[in-house]
């Protein structure tokens, strides 16, 4: 299966961030995950909020920003990994010029449902 960028409409996710779905069990069929890429504007950031079944992953493909992970806090850029394990707070904040883009994967997929905000 294939997904082409142009065909997917962008939504806000309930932390704020402007997503689009790249890979969703819902729409193409696929079983385990997800994937999408998360925009936060400049001087953005998301709201803190935890997944309880959900573990992520963000790369950083684009842009600056200061990761909240936990009790901890960190600067990200391009071609950075942050694992967020199941049931920890987190959130990220554009430092940086441009938009911060990043691919987001989901283990199990995301669901609305699994997001608790915590702010």
Request: charged fraction near 20%; glycine fraction near 8%; proline fraction near 5%.
């Amino acid at each position: 299966m294939k997904t082409s960028y142009a065909d997917i409409t962008p939504f806000v996710t309930r932390d704020g961030s402007l997503i689009r779905e790249l890979m969703h069990p819902q729409t193409q069929g696929n079983h385990n995950q997800s994937l999408a890429e998360a925009i936060v504007a400049v001087g953005g950031e998301t709201l803190l909020h935890r997944h309880h079944a959900a573990e992520e992953l963000y790369y950083i493909i684009q842009g600056d920003g200061i990761m909240s992970l936990g009790q901890e806090e960190f600067p990200v850029a391009v071609a950075d990994t942050v694992c967020i394990p199941p049931g920890v707070a987190h959130k990220i904040r554009n430092s940086g010029d441009n938009e911060l883009r990043i691919l987001c994967c989901c283990a199990p997929a995301y669901r609305h449902v699994d997001t608790e905000l915590l702010e």
